[in-house]
């Protein structure tokens, strides 16, 4: 088996807003304090030195989550574009409240979160493309990592995304984004390729 620990960052001053970050990588998306926060929180909780090595997204919100986790454990770290999160297009950025109220057929009300036929509209990423390039993350861990322990610090959507993998729920929307610095962890049966969500969301 490989194992896959999934950590969201830690919260950033666009979370707190209700900006939609996707893909930007400024000041507003960094870590803020209570983020950090979260982090060293994880970090004496979870302690990865049990691991092999750390796979991170490279935005800065994700490299300082991964580097106050790995003070201690001095992990061997790589950085991988398929673990982006979603872009949201031209609604990266903007306050998601803003959004749901002047496109509410594309949001689910009680998530208040975007459908999947959000994309057009947003010309952003479709929830197949982000599934898809994590798919083959996985895949490629596998065989280049088979039987290892890997820690991936990821994003949100990015995290939902790996379970919608392994779930294939008729309705991506039935599995809400994991909270931010919460682990998730994924096996895959090296010999066959089945995967299994072990846990989801768990802090």
């Known amino acids: 088996m490989t194992e896959f620990y999934l950590v969201r960052h830690g919260q950033t001053s666009a979370n707190v807003a209700g ?15 209570f ?16 691991a092999d090595r750390l796979i991170v997204s490279p935005l800065h919100r994700t490299i300082e989550t991964a580097a106050i986790l790995n003070q201690t454990a001095k992990l061997p ?6 673990l982006l999160e979603i872009s949201y297009g031209m609604w990266d950025g903007q306050k998601n409240a803003d959004l749901e109220r002047r496109y509410p057929e594309v949001f689910d009300h009680k998530l208040h979160d975007v459908l999947p036929s959000y994309a057009p509209l947003a010309m952003g990423e479709t929830f197949e493309k982000v599934q898809e390039r994590v798919g083959a993350f996985t895949k ?23 379970a919608l993998n392994v779930l294939q729920p008729a309705d991506p929307m039935s599995l809400p ?27």
Request: glycine residues 4%; positive net charge; aromatic residues 12%.
């Open 77 to 82: 770290v790589s950085y991988d574009d398929r």
């Open 19 to 33: 900006v939609k970050q996707g893909t930007i990588n400024d000041k507003f998306t960094y870590l803020n304090d």
């Open 140 to 162: 490629s861990m596998v065989k280049r990592y088979p039987g290892e322990q890997l820690v991936i610090v990821t994003h949100g959507f990015t995290i939902k995304a790996f």
């Open 177 to 203: 984004e994991p909270e931010n610095t919460s682990v998730t962890k994924i096996t895959v049966d090296v010999e066959t390729d089945k995967m299994y969500l072990d846990y989801y969301n768990r802090h």
């Open 35 to 50: 983020g950090k926060d979260q982090a060293r929180d994880l970090q004496k909780k979870f302690n990865i030195k049990f």
